[in-house]
């Protein structure tokens, strides 16, 4: 479904603010040792830790997450962030329902709409709508507690030049109640393009714009996303056709790349899953690349964990040729391989570890301050 492709056009957020890299130059690559390495990963946590932290205490996103808390109590927090920067999801009839509905998905009785300027009023905790448009959001809202305190409304985001494109599908899923399987057609509205701007004070501190294409069948076919907020710049692509894309990205803090990747990524036939990802991604001052053959990989730990058999590491590491480097030191930390990981319910799975110079491993998830991205363990 076009929804999977989407999901592969970015990270989420955190990824963004937390990590970073720079592409070196065909230097030859030293390999540290197991004491070496070590002490790099550490540091490279803490780096991770710094970064974001600088990140999320700018101005635009104090502002954002602020904005959050205006809506349902965190209920569009997630949203507004994605609408943002989690390029692989960015949909604005997302935003517009997270505006419309509750916590129980209800229609609120001061929704926001498609379009129009939107004013938060303090006598009532709620948005209003006080001005009408065709071609424009608007959401005035106050900034911090500062402003909220004084009933100033001194932040505007503003999401305009907006073009659309509704496309149809269908997804077929098992349902239990019935015991059959059930296809049912959705209608999605989808941008095409639009430009963003926060504006706090008077002061813009943050633009950005959005341009895609789809196919007739609603795959995209391509995507560009800029977003200026200095001393940041974040830039993202999407191009291809069939079952071959591109994706790139780079994250910059002025003219230091805090994040880059470039993926060629491999479609089955049709277009459900991910056979092949190759290249490389960059969280400074770490990188992983090579590649792996993420559908080969699933299909086998699903198909054993439905048969109760035991997993075959040699033939989940035949799938992968990944390598995890120092990209500040031009120096190999190890490569990435599966071990068995026991979780606290005495469940075992393959997850991915780092393995050392001498042999001995960290799991990848551990080094790089993840929950979810990495691991391959049953979610419960």
């Not at 500040?328 to 005495?346: C, Q, R, S």
């Amino acid at each position: 479904m076009k929804k999977k492709l989407f999901s592969y056009l970015a990270v989420f957020v955190m990824l963004i603010f937390a990590i970073g890299a720079c592409n070196k130059t065909k230097e030859e690559v030293k390999t540290l040792t197991t004491d070496e390495a070590k002490v790099e990963v550490r540091s490279a946590s803490q780096e991770v830790n710094t970064n974001m932290d600088q990140v999320m205490n700018t101005a635009p996103i104090q502002s954002v997450n602020y904005l959050s808390t205006l809506l349902d109590n965190g209920t569009w927090k997630s949203t507004i962030k994605i609408l943002i920067f989690q390029t692989r999801d960015l949909n604005l009839s997302k935003v517009k329902d997270a505006f419309r509905k509750d916590e129980t998905g209800k229609s609120k009785a001061n929704g926001i709409g498609d379009f129009g300027v939107y004013q938060y009023n303090f006598d009532i905790n709620d948005f209003e709508l006080i001005e009408a448009s065709s071609t424009k959001l608007v959401i005035k809202y106050p900034a911090s507690d500062i402003a909220f305190a004084n009933r100033q409304n001194n932040a505007e985001l503003v999401a305009d030049n907006l073009t659309y494109t509704t496309v149809t599908y269908t997804d077929t899923y098992w349902d239990e109640y019935s015991q059959t399987w059930i296809t049912d057609t959705y209608d999605e509205t989808i941008p095409t393009n639009l430009n963003l701007s926060l504006t706090i004070d008077g002061v813009q501190q943050m633009s950005g714009n959005y341009s895609g294409t789809l196919s007739e069948s609603g795959y995209p076919t391509s995507a560009n996303v800029s977003i200026s907020m200095p001393p940041y710049q974040f830039d993202m692509s999407l191009s291809g056709s069939g079952t071959n894309f591109n994706t790139s990205l780079s994250f910059k803090q002025s003219d230091v790349e805090m994040m880059g990747y470039s993926l060629d990524i491999v479609y089955s036939s049709d277009l459900e899953k991910v056979d092949k990802v190759t290249g490389y991604y960059h969280m400074r001052p770490l990188k992983i690349e090579g590649w792996a053959n993420l559908n080969a990989i699933e299909t086998y730990i699903t198909e054993t964990e439905g048969n109760g058999g035991n997993y075959d590491l040699d033939y989940l590491n035949s799938q992968i040729s990944l390598e995890l480097f120092q990209t500040v030191l031009n120096a190999k930390i190890g490569d990435l391989a599966f071990k068995l990981y026991t979780d606290e319910y005495n469940y075992t799975s393959p997850n991915l570890a780092v393995v050392y110079a001498d042999g001995t491993y960290e799991w990848l998830s551990d080094i790089m301050n993840d929950d979810g991205t990495f691991k391959f363990v049953r979610k419960r």
